[in-house]
Nanobody, 120 residues
Framework: QVQLVESGGKLVQAGDSLRLACAAS????????MGWFRQAPGKEREFVAA????????TYADSVKGRFTISRDNAKNTVYLQMSSLKPKDTAVYYC?????????????WGQGTQVTVSS
């Protein structure tokens, strides 16, 4: 069992930067690839980014490529999402998720989400 707790979401202005964090419980964090998803009001949850256990392999949605960076610190059981050049369309609840194995496949554990609101 892995418990995930996101933090860092808040109201920001367009063009600002923001870093989200997701802290994982347990000793098996380094056994899971990690990902970030988001869900805007009235829309389905969508993939944002994922990172392998080693941190060497990352993947991004086209909509955030070049603006967002996912990283992880296995010593701190934490995955981060650095977001820059934020746009109003980035407004959503952001969720972190864990996928067992060295590389991202599909999520089996979810956090409760953190709200990011980008004003124009």
């Amino acid at each position: 069992q892995v418990q995930l707790v996101e933090s860092g979401g808040k109201l920001v202005q367009a063009g600002d930067s923001l870093r989200l964090a997701c802290a994982a419980s347990g000793r098996t964090f380094s056994s899971y690839a990690m990902g970030w998803f988001r869900q805007a009001p009235g829309k389905e949850r969508e993939f944002v980014a994922a990172i392998s256990v080693s941190g060497r392999r990352t993947t991004y949605a086209d909509s955030v490529k070049g603006r967002f960076t996912i990283s992880r610190d296995n010593a701190k059981n934490t995955v981060y999402l650095q977001m820059s050049s934020l746009k109003p369309k980035d407004t959503a609840v952001y969720y972190c998720a864990a996928s067992p194995g060295p590389h991202w496949v599909s999520p089996v554990y979810w956090g409760q989400g953190t709200q990011v609101t980008v004003s124009s």
